[in-house]
Structures are given as structure tokens and as C-alpha cells.
């Protein structure tokens, strides 16, 4: 299995900046793709980003091209989500999780356990 701890939330003004840290211990990525989700309450979890660990390429939800950078970091098994220019609309919990496919990612199908995730809040 694939532990995933989430970091880096907090509260910060539209327009401002956060970045967010995924660890992963206890098994190779390599095979794998890391990305982003969020949620608030009432609504459905969102896709936001990914990144396929073996070559980095990556993918974003419309609603934060532009915006939001994912990254890795092999050496240290952590994925990044810069987030700039953040908007009210952004307020959400953030988690990260694991897929087989940049697919199964943006339909929404990771396959690793969803953790408690770290809360982005941007006030206007």
C-alpha cells in the first residue's frame, strides 16, 4: 500500500499563494499516477491535477490551468500542488491519491485510501 500524507494548507487571501506537499512511503511509484483532489462540504469531490511519476507529465482541471503547478520530487517520494492566484472558489479540503491511469485520475477512480486531507481557505 501507498501512504499519502497531505501538508501545506492554511488560510490566505484571494490573490495569494499555498503550497501543498503529498509524502507517499510504503510502496514504489513508479508505476503509477499521483494527483489532486478537493472537496467541500455539499458538493462532490473534484479532479484537480495529476502527474504521471514516470515521466511527469501532467494534466489539469480546467478550473485551475493557469494557476495551479503539480511537480514531484523523486527523491524525497513527495508531490507538490503550487497554487497562485488563488480565488475564494478554491476553498475546498485538498487531498492527493494514487491511480493506474491519468484517466481513471480525472473520472475521479484512484485506487489508494483517501487520508485526511489539509484545508485550503482563501478569503476575499
Known amino acids: 500500500q501507498v501512504q499519502l500524507v497531505e501538508s501545506g494548507g492554511g488560510l490566505v487571501q484571494a490573490g495569494g499563494s499555498l503550497r501543498l506537499s503529498c509524502a507517499a512511503s510504503?510502496?514504489?511509484?513508479?508505476?503509477?499516477?499521483m494527483g489532486w483532489f478537493r472537496q467541500t462540504p455539499g458538493k462532490e469531490r473534484e479532479f484537480v491535477a495529476c502527474?504521471?511519476?514516470?515521466?511527469?507529465?501532467?494534466y489539469y482541471a480546467d478550473s485551475v490551468k493557469g494557476r495551479f503547478t503539480i511537480s514531484r520530487d523523486n527523491a524525497k517520494n513527495t508531490v507538490y500542488l503550487q497554487m497562485n492566484s488563488l480565488k475564494p472558489e478554491d476553498t475546498a479540503v485538498y487531498y492527493c491519491?494514487?491511480?493506474?491511469?491519468?484517466?481513471?485520475?480525472?473520472?475521479?477512480?484512484?485506487?489508494?485510501?483517501w487520508g485526511q486531507g489539509t484545508q485550503v481557505t482563501v478569503s476575499s
Open positions: 491519491n494514487v491511480g493506474l491511469t491519468m484517466r481513471d485520475m480525472r473520472s475521479g477512480g484512484p485506487i489508494g485510501s
Open positions: 510504503g510502496r514504489t511509484l513508479s508505476s503509477y499516477v
Open positions: 502527474i504521471r511519476w514516470s515521466g511527469g507529465s501532467t
